[in-house]
């Protein structure tokens, strides 16, 4: 069966919660709302640290230039 690729709404996460509380599984409750079963403990841990349903900023790389010099890389190319 395939699955959406997306995260939950702020209402779905609140859903899951009260959910989870009324003994639901994971598996079910991503059936439910339509994503991977692995989605639902990860969006219920970060829900309890942070208390919101927003991702945590990534740890990706870093920019390797400033959106001053992309601009000027950007008109030097169209010049």
């Known amino acids: 069966m395939p699955r959406n690729l997306r995260n939950l ?27 991977a079963h692995t989605s639902v403990p990860r969006m219920l841990q970060r829900f309890g640290e942070t208390g919101s349903h927003l991702r945590r900023p990534g740890a990706g790389r870093n920019r390797a230039t400033t959106l001053v010099q992309d601009r000027f890389s950007r008109l030097s190319v169209l010049r």
């Open 9 to 35: 709404t702020r209402d779905e996460c609140v859903q899951a919660v009260v959910l989870v509380e009324e003994g639901w599984n994971y598996r079910r409750i991503a059936e439910r709302f339509g994503v």
